[in-house]
């Protein structure tokens, strides 16, 4: 069974690693892994590879970036002619960026089966791009594995067909679980950024909504200087957010904050693992956190990772000054919340849904002719 598995960003590639791992151990699965192309500088894209042992891609459709629809028609009108050389089984996406729903239409066009993993998140706010693409990947897909109890509650809620629900854990969590000791081991991040354990925090910020208004980065980036006050904060800085820092005048508030490019995987999961507290707008940092235990202060005003909130470690504090230095303020004063770690986020995520793909196999190929 030939499955295409695709992943365009960062985040993909940290979902993937374990997927195409088990795939390649598995009889009867011939698995292609093809990249988009929409991350492509190296210290966001080649060195995710690299650490994560991900095996080059066999087919790399080069897209670049553009406004949001142009990158999606490139990445369908360039997987479409993919999809018509290879002939796959099925089509395997991730999360819930722009690669993910470019592909999930372009295969469904051609009556491919499409699987999804870490279907049914919902933050019910349309205003995310995210939002959008994973309500059509999920409408689209065919085989749906969840992270959270709460996805499979949505998706059966919009008239998804139970039977093609499949509650796994978290395969964000199978790399972390394989990956954090070697991080401990090999990252020199807390040497290089001279940081003492639990007592410095970790922050990153990319979500458009955040970064792209200078009436909404303004009071963000002034809550952080005000915290860096009081504790070091290294800032893993996204290009998207580095250009508008620099625009709204917003790149050099402290001495306190360490503003730095975005950190290899080994390196911010060192980073993560020994912080005092992490702020964030990213949805794998919110579960990341839960399962090391590290309190995490989400920047937005809604999560489609509920279950951080409710079981992990995640508070989430919306975009205004004074509630997020009051947050961090509690953390630095009382510890903050550790939580506890979700059901099945446990590192066989990857094992449960390559079993189930292999069961489904010759149904799945016959909903090819649907
Ligand atoms: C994308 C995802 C977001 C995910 C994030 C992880 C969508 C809609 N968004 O957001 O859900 O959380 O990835 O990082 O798919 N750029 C570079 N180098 C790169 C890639 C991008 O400089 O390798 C710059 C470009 O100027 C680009 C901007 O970053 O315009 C945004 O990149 P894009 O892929 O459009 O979305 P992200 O903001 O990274």
């Not at 089966?113 to 995210?130: N, Q, T, W």
């Not at 996805?151 to 139970?162: H, I, M, Q």
């Not at 999961?269 to 020994?274: G, K, P």
Request: charged share 25%; hydrophobic share 40%.
């Amino acid at each position: 069974m030939k499955i295409i598995n695709v992943v365009g960003t960062r985040p993909n590639f940290i979902k993937i690693a374990p997927v195409m791992e088990q795939m390649l151990e598995s009889d009867g699965i011939d698995p292609l892994l093809l990249h988009t192309g929409q991350h492509y500088d190296a210290n966001m894209n080649q060195v995710f590879f690299d650490q994560l042992g991900i095996p080059r891609p066999d087919i790399d459709l080069g897209v670049g970036s553009g406004s949001l629809a142009s990158q999606v028609a490139e990445i369908i009108k360039r997987f479409d002619l993919a999809l018509e050389k290879e002939k796959p089984a099925a089509v395997l996406v991730v999360g819930d960026v722009n690669s993910t729903v470019a592909c999930a239409l372009a295969a469904s066009y051609r009556r491919i089966p499409v699987i999804h993993v870490e279907a049914g998140l919902r933050s019910f706010d349309m205003d995310m791009p995210e939002e959008i693409n994973r309500l059509l990947t999920d409408r689209l897909a065919d085989l749906l594995f969840t992270t959270e109890p709460c996805a499979g509650v949505n998706l059966k809620r919009e008239g998804v067909d139970p039977d093609k629900i499949h509650f796994v854990g978290n395969v964000m969590v199978d790399t972390l679980l394989k990956h954090r000791r070697v991080a401990n081991e090999t990252s020199g991040a807390l040497d290089r950024f001279g940081l003492e354990k639990r007592n410095y925090a970790v922050m990153t910020l990319h979500r458009p909504s955040n970064v792209d208004h200078e009436e909404v980065l303004t009071p963000i980036m002034r809550a952080v200087a005000e915290i860096s006050q009081k504790i070091k904060i290294v800032f893993a800085v996204h290009p998207r957010t580095e250009k508008m820092m620099r625009k709204f005048g917003l790149d050099n508030l402290s001495d306190s904050i360490i503003l730095t490019g975005p950190q290899p995987y080994l390196d911010m999961l060192q980073l993560m693992d020994h912080a005092k507290m992490v702020l964030t707008d990213s949805g794998g940092m919110q579960e990341e956190t839960s399962v090391l235990g590290v309190p995490c202060l989400t920047i937005r005003k809604n999560t489609e990772r509920p279950v951080t909130v409710e079981e992990g470690s995640n508070t989430l504090v919306g975009t205004d000054r004074d509630t997020i230095a009051r947050a961090a303020d509690e953390i630095l004063c009382g510890g903050g919340k550790d939580g506890r770690c979700p059901e099945l986020w446990d590192g066989h995520a990857a094992q449960r849904i390559v079993n189930v793909i292999r069961e489904w196999g010759p149904s799945l190929i016959n909903l090819g002719g649907r």
